[in-house]
Nanobody, 126 residues
Framework: QVQLVESGGGPVEAGGSLRLSCAAS????????VAWFRQAPGKEREIVAA????????YYADSVQGRFTISKDNAENTVYLQMNSLKPEDTAVYYC???????????????????WGQGTQVTVSS
């Protein structure tokens, strides 16, 4: 069974950068698409970015396009989310998730992800 562990969150000032990491243990997740989601207080969880199994296809929500970059290192069994030009509205708990089940859905289909990490808090101050 694969377990996902996020790290790299914390407080940061607006305009700053953070890099989140999602490390898989227990089994390789090289065959899985992986996505980052976030959930702010009082709001629904939303998909932020996703990457396919090989790393060759990525997806970004409009709100983060051009500021965030998702990458996948299959050798290290880790997925990263580089977040630049952070805004207060980026404040949320960030979760990584892997899509273990087979599906023809696009990587942007948030409901298809079925293995989740515990989340890491990102707080952006103005």
């Amino acid at each position: 069974q694969v377990q996902l562990v996020e790290s790299g969150g914390g407080p940061v000032e607006a305009g700053g950068s953070l890099r989140l990491s999602c490390a898989a243990s227990g089994r390789s997740f090289r065959r899985y698409a992986v996505a980052w989601f976030r959930q702010a207080p009082g709001k629904e969880r939303e998909i932020v970015a996703a990457i396919n199994w090989s790393g060759g296809i990525t997806y970004y929500a409009d709100s983060v396009q051009g500021r965030f970059t998702i990458s996948k290192d299959n050798a290290e069994n880790t997925v990263y989310l580089q977040m630049n030009s952070l805004k207060p509205e980026d404040t949320a708990v960030y979760y990584c998730a892997a899509r273990v089940r087979r599906t023809i859905a696009t990587i942007a289909a948030g409901s298809t992800y079925d293995l989740w990490g515990q989340g890491t808090q990102v707080t952006v101050s103005s």
